[in-house]
């Protein structure tokens, strides 16, 4: 039963363009969601966060969009750059310091 | 600044062999979790710990054991080796002040664990 959902295995995006990442998830419990991005061989490096009481939240390039209504979640980085090219994870918490949930994980490809 | 130090970072066992991965959070954090990363699949919580109890256990098989020790460092004891154990593991760290759950736990680089 996967809780967490990222529908886009991959994404290809051009340097300088804006790249979506989607989230859905099924638990309504879940109260805080956050983004992970991995690189190969190691371990996930975090991005940004949210909690269920803001729909926004800004850190940069980074930017992440919560719809309680809707279970979704998003992440946009503008503008991407090709080091952003990686695996990006979705993962929730029904708590601070609770265990997290991921989502299956989308690979990002910036094209120069 | 510091960070969950992981150790070792590459291990090869053969099947029915025992493995120990260990686990160093950051200082003063006082939550250690547990993931286990199989080949193109999402980390999936094994178990964690906080002030070295056990707090929350997942999808952990019986052959596997863990500890939080007094100095907050884990290891994570897996026995009876199988070939589908063969995964990345990670560990995280976190700290009760404040609120992590919103900056996000800090993973170690991960053990790769092979069984022949």
């Known amino acids: 039963d996967q809780q967490v959902k990222q529908n886009s295995p991959s994404l290809s995006v051009q340097e300088g363009r804006i790249s979506i990442l989607n989230c859905d998830y099924t638990n309504s419990m879940f109260d805080y969601f956050l983004w992970y991005k991995k690189y190969p061989a190691e371990g996930p490096t975090f991005l940004i966060s949210i909690s269920s009481i803001k729909d926004k939240n800004e850190d940069g390039r980074f930017t992440v969009f919560l719809n309680k209504s809707a279970k979704h979640l998003s992440l946009h980085i503008v503008p991407s750059q090709p080091g952003d090219s990686a695996v990006y994870f979705c993962?929730?918490?029904?708590?601070?310091?609770?265990?997290?949930?991921f989502g299956t994980g989308t690979r990002l490809t910036i094209i120069p | 600044a510091a960070g969950v130090i992981q150790s070792p970072r590459h291990l090869i066992k053969e099947k029915r062999e025992t493995a120990t991965l260990k686990c160093y959070p950051i200082?003063?954090?006082?939550?250690v979790y547990w993931y286990q990363q199989g080949p193109g699949q999402d980390p999936q919580f094994l178990i964690s710990f906080y002030e070295k109890m056990q707090s929350d256990k997942g999808s952990i098989p019986d052959r596997f054991s863990a500890q939080q020790f007094s100095d907050y460092h884990s290891e994570l004891n897996m026995s009876s080796l199988e070939l589908g154990d063969s995964a990345l593991y990670f560990c995280?760290?976190?700290?009760?002040?404040?609120?992590?759950?919103?900056?996000?736990?800090?993973f170690g680089s991960g053990t790769r664990l092979t069984v022949v």
């Open positions: 200082p003063r954090h006082d939550t």
């Open positions: 995280a760290s976190s700290s009760t002040e404040g609120q992590p759950g919103l900056y996000g736990y800090t």
């Open positions: 993962a929730a918490s029904v708590s601070p310091r609770e265990k997290l949930t």
